[in-house]
């Protein structure tokens, strides 16, 4: 079954604007794991968040298992009305497939002059990240995110954040280039930490993955990961990493949405002007002897889109798994070719 044009669209935009913030694990290189969804019939074509609570500042749709990009426009469409009338809204948004980067929809509530957070889960894959003092993978990547709008209808500051060191899709890219991750950000399966991105992705001949990452900040990002668990998924209704729950090859994501208009706090005519001082305040600092510069957050990401305006490179790997998804997705050879170039 194919996308209706409007879905496809939402689809291609979220994932080229991945990669254009510099965050390729989280852009186009995504779609063979789409393609399999839909030829495995987990990831539902054209489906639509439908409505499981509706206390009007308090939002709860289920995303049926439909695109995460349509899930996730169309649950910050509703955040954003809902806040326009309430001053705040609290959306949840559970199984869901992949929502892919987090910052997307903090951007969408940006461009409206909202502020936003979101604690996102993700399972239906066996778990990812080990909890501190852990050896074994336990619960997903488990992005937060949160953003204040700024006066150009972008974030004036967005962290939008794994909350392993580096997310899974890093290991995969670093996995494909054939390059080594930072230092300690996986365990491997006698449980040493490594650099190595290929002991993450081991596999013993029972199927079982050999290696977990490591959760950030230690025992602070593992605990605002298990939050992330509970009040992104448990809390509506969604799943958590447990093995009572399916691991089916699926990428589910649910999400708490926490949109807040700036009017409605009667901070609209001042804290534009107070996070420019802040802004300025944090980036006059002196340098760390071993830092080179200071950036915020949300600066990385628009240096990347100045740096890729005109485009930007997808690996050989990458572009081998799309050619091989789009001819498994019925394509021609000729139409893979005249796509990929
Ligand atoms: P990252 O480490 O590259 O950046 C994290 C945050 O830190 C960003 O806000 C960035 O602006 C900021 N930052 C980066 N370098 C900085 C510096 N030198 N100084 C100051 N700030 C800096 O991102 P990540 O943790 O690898 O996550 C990548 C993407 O993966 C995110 O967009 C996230 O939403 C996404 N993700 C999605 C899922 C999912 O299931 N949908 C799961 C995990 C991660």
Known sequence: MQSLPREAALVADQLVAA?????DSHGVGMLPSYVDGVLN?????????????????????DGNAGYGQVNGFEAMEAAVERASQHG???VGL???????????????????????????????????VAAYGGAEARFGTNPFCAAVPGRDGRPGFLLDMATSIIA?????????????????????????????????????PSGKRGGALVAFGDHKGSGLAIMCELLGAALLGGETAHPKNPRDGRIINSMLSVVIDPAAMGTA?????????FRE????????????????????????????????DVDPVTIDQLRSSAQRAGLSDQAVDDLLG
């Open 269 to 277: 005519e001042t804290y534009l002007d107070e996070i420019d001082l």
């Open 19 to 23: 990669n254009l913030a510099g965050h």
């Open 168 to 204: 899974g899709g890093k290991a995969r890219v670093a996995a494909n280039k054939g390059v080594k991750v930072p230092p300690n950000t996986i365990i491997d399966s006698d449980g040493n930490l490594t650099d190595d991105p290929n002991a993450f992705w081991y596999t013993d």
């Open 281 to 312: 305040f944090v980036l006059e600092s002196r340098l760390r002897s071993d830092c080179d510069q200071i950036l915020v957050p949300g600066q990385p990401e628009e240096l990347a889109r100045e740096q890729r305006a005109d485009g930007f």
């Open 88 to 90: 705040v809204a609290i």
């Open 94 to 128: 559970r199984n869901s497939y992949h929502i892919g980067r987090i910052g997307h929809w903090a951007e969408q509530c940006a461009a409206s002059g909202y502020a936003s957070l979101h604690l996102v889960n993700v399972i239906g894959h066996p778990p990812l």
């Open 41 to 61: 019939g987990r990831l539902k074509v054209n489906s639509h968040p439908t409505v499981v609570i509706d206390n009007g500042a308090l939002l709860t749709l």
